[in-house]
């Protein structure tokens, strides 16, 4: 899989559109922060009145599809409950990011936007974050790139780890 990033902004997520963008919701986090705060702000405060009235509350497990356009460039935005973030381990970011490659899978989606499980709220480092989706994605074809959602920061711990895992089967 080719790993590309994009700067949390609604200026580069508008020039980086793909069919879909995937974001997660953290349970309790309110307003949403991170891509999904910026894409509420975008829609009005849609996804944030879906929050209010019960629909998604961003519970482990739970998956919201909206579409995006014609406020957005991306055709989907599909967003990923990824629990309380004091329970937020390891154990959890595998299940989500499992989830997102089997819905991205279904969609038939083989590139995306996608801001990793747990990043807005810095749960799980870049680096490991990129490292344990590189694990799960080493065998699977269906993904073309993603363009994952880093700070300047984020996007030069994870090109790191690129390098070495690069050298290392060199």
């Given amino acids: 899989m080719d790993l590309r990033f994009v700067a949390?902004?609604?200026?580069?997520?508008?020039?980086?559109?793909?069919?879909?963008l995937v974001a997660g919701l953290i349970k309790g986090e309110r307003p949403p922060q991170g891509v999904a705060g910026l894409i509420d702000w975008r829609l009005s405060g849609r996804i944030s009145?879906?929050?209010?009235?019960?629909?998604?509350?961003?519970?482990?497990?739970d998956v919201l599809l909206i579409p995006g356009k014609p406020k957005l460039p991306f055709d989907k935005l599909v967003f990923f409950g990824v629990g309380a973030a004091n329970e937020f381990d390891e154990r959890v970011y595998r299940l989500v990011l499992e989830k997102v490659l089997k819905t991205l899978e279904g969609l038939r989606a083989r590139r995306a936007v996608v801001e990793l499980p747990?990043?807005?709220?810095?749960?799980?480092?870049?680096?490991?974050?990129?490292?344990?989706?590189?694990?799960l994605t080493e065998a699977r074809l269906e993904h073309d790139s993603w363009t994952l959602v880093e700070t300047g920061e984020g996007q030069r711990s994870i090109q790191k780890l690129l390098l070495r895992d690069?050298?290392?089967?060199?």
């Fill in 166 to 170: 690069r050298r290392r089967r060199e």
């Fill in 49 to 61: 009145q879906l929050i209010l009235s019960g629909f998604s509350d961003g519970e482990l497990g």
């Fill in 8 to 20: 949390p902004s609604l200026r580069r997520l508008d020039l980086s559109g793909t069919e879909v």
């Fill in 118 to 135: 747990g990043r807005s709220a810095e749960l799980i480092s870049a680096e490991r974050a990129a490292s344990l989706l590189l694990d």
